[in-house]
């Protein structure tokens, strides 16, 4: 799929918007696999997501929504790490909180929300991820969730940085 330079500096543009929003950076503290956070996390989805909707031989895919999708997919805000009553049910409940949240916090379309509510699928497996958009941002969390887990946890602190340096832009 091909876009053109406007195009790419107006995504960028929201891209940078989320990346330097207070409500947003609240999400680094939330630890996740080895090194992330769920901030860095969730740019990292973001950028995954748009790189494999613009390899896509497809034209008529939403950016705008993959990019939103992405980027709020995990905006649950709570750490289960040190919640543990949060633990149980994360898996399936955390899809749901996120999209509560992300609508009470930004102006987003329900088309945004359905993405989030169904990354998570097969796990929630009556949330099945029906629109192209959806499908890219839950095969992109996918991909990145495993690659954060399989990392070893000796380069932790390394890992952080270079993931800081990866997430600074979209393109
Ligand atoms: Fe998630
Ligand atoms: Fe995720």
């Given at each position: 799929m091909k876009i053109t330079e406007e195009q790419k500096q107006s995504l960028e543009k929201i891209y940078q918007a989320f990346l330097n929003d207070e409500?947003?950076?609240r999400m680094k503290k939330i630890s996740m696999h080895r090194g992330s956070n769920c901030y860095i996390h969730s740019f990292r989805v973001a950028k995954r997501?748009?790189?494999r909707a613009l390899g896509s031989f497809r034209k008529n895919i939403n950016l705008?929504?993959?990019?939103?999708?992405?980027?709020?997919h995990d905006y649950y805000l709570y750490?289960?790490?040190?919640?543990?009553?949060?633990l149980h049910g994360?898996?399936?409940n955390h899809p749901y909180i996120a999209s509560e949240n992300a609508e009470k916090d930004f102006?987003?379309?329900i088309e945004v929300k359905k993405i989030i509510k169904s990354h998570m699928w097969p796990i929630n497996f009556s949330e099945?991820?029906?629109t192209r958009e959806a499908k890219i941002v839950s095969i992109a969390d996918k991909i990145v969730?495993?690659?954060?887990a399989l990392t070893s946890i000796k380069f932790k602190a390394k890992r952080k940085d270079r993931y800081l340096e990866h997430i600074k832009s979209l393109f």
């Open positions: 409500k947003i950076i997501a748009i790189k705008e929504l993959v990019l939103l999708g992405a980027i709020l750490d289960w790490r040190e919640d543990k009553s949060k994360h898996g399936k102006d987003i379309p099945y991820p029906k969730s495993l690659k954060e």
